[in-house]
């Protein structure tokens, strides 16, 4: 039976309203939770709409979303490129749960999404092996596949808070290079194996089929560990967008890494120094010096809801919830504050918690109808700790544009604006 209690009963956790997680834990039910769309009235029956009056639609060959789910869609904003080069962002204000629908995962391409035709498609594998191979996706549809929950966040992700002012951004524009998939695959140590390392390999160089013959330098241990070659993505073949017909997954490593379109995997004794590693995807620090070859995504979170552009209604209960994820393995806590980190709590964690994959957190609040300012703070099982701004800023500071993981505010003013802040 669910226990049934008013929020002013619920424990408070931290300040400003931020009440104790057993409101999930325990499946506390919150009565009073918000009066918009209750009615406290008897029941009365309901009112037969026009859609119960005559027979839906058909069949479709590919199932579509409801057309009042318009809005829920990805974010492009014209760049100063040419058309096909830039990206388009996860909505994660709009999502829930920890997956992210195929047709919403955020894309980056260097030029276009190729039209590959799977048929004529190759993956060479050569250099520092004994025996190159060449396989057909027919070929590689017959080695044992295996499926994972993993994120693929882009290294750029969050360079919007590097800005000296708070932009008016809301979470896809500024955290919505994200997104989370199950992924299906071949292990590509499997195939490394089978065309045997030479002992002087240490590297493996991956190169796609698009225009750009997007590159990247990945280390041989990471290949031998958990990366996966994926054919499918949420159960379908993996989207244009993504990678079709063949896309490279290393778990946890920063996005540009995971290379799209895969057709070829060249073993090296060194890091072939290509464009996206040298000019790119290296972290510049305040000191004019630069990190290279930092490839795990450090730990992160971000409150989806509220979030600029979900304004509140009116005081009262409100759920707060985010994702929170980390490179370097999985989540073991996420704490929130509503005045600004003064005071913190711990919020819930939704299962399942897997290493490398996103985990959705929630938060009861009673909101007075003052001003908040919201923060989401991760911990994962290594024990790394989000850091605050100032933190990020006295380490790397805010010259670069890859790998921002500091805590992130919104400030909720007295008429339920929300807005991005720094604080």
Sequence with gaps: MIRKTHPELVDPAAGNGILSRRVFLEGTLVVGATAAGLSCGSAE??????????????????????????????????????????????PLHMLEGMITPSGLHFERSHSGVPEIDPDQHRLVIHGLVKRPLVFTLE???????????????????????????????NVAAIHGLLGC???????????????????????????????????????????????????YQN?????????????????????????KWLRRLKLTAGPAMTKDET?????????????QFVFPIEVKSVITRPSPGL???????????????????????????????????????????????????????QWNGGPAVLQSRATDDTG?????????????????????NAIASWRIDEMGEVSNVYA
């Design 235 to 259: 159960g379908e073949r993996v989207r244009p967008s993504n990678g079709y017909p063949l896309r490279l997954l290393l778990p946890g490593f920063e996005g540009n890494m995971n290379v």
């Design 384 to 404: 790394m700790v989000q850091p605050t701004r100032a933190q990020f800023a006295a380490e790397r500071g805010f010259r670069g544009v890859y790998h921002y």
């Design 311 to 365: 304004a509140l209604r009116d005081p009262g209960f409100y759920e707060i919830s985010g994702l929170a994820w980390s490179g370097n393995g999985s989540i073991r806590q996420v704490d929130v504050s509503a005045d600004g980190g003064r005071s913190w709590a711990p919020a819930a964690l939704q299962g399942p918690i897997l290493p490398k994959a996103p985990v959705r957190f929630r938060t009861a609040w």
């Design 45 to 90: 029956p309901l009112a037969v709409q026009p859609w119960m009056k005559v027979p839906g639609t058909g069949f479709a060959g590919y199932g579509q979303p409801s057309p009042f789910e318009s809005k829920v869609v990805k974010v492009f904003p014209p760049p100063p490129n040419p058309p096909g080069v830039g990206s388009s962002r996860t």
């Design 139 to 169: 070929a590689l549809s017959r080695y044992p596949m295996q499926s994972r929950i993993a994120f693929i966040e882009c290294g750029g992700n969050s360079l919007a808070l590097n800005a000296p002012q708070a932009q008016p951004l």
């Design 181 to 231: 998939s199950e992924w299906t695959g071949v292990r590509l140590s499997t195939l490394l194996d089978e065309a045997g390392i030479e002992p002087e390999a240490r590297w493996v160089i991956a190169e796609g089929a698009d225009a750009a013959a997007m590159s990247r330098s990945i280390p041989l241990t990471k290949a031998m560990d958990d990366a996966l070659l994926c054919l």
């Design 279 to 291: 000019s790119k995807y290296t972290i510049l620090l305040k000191d004019e010096k630069a990190w």
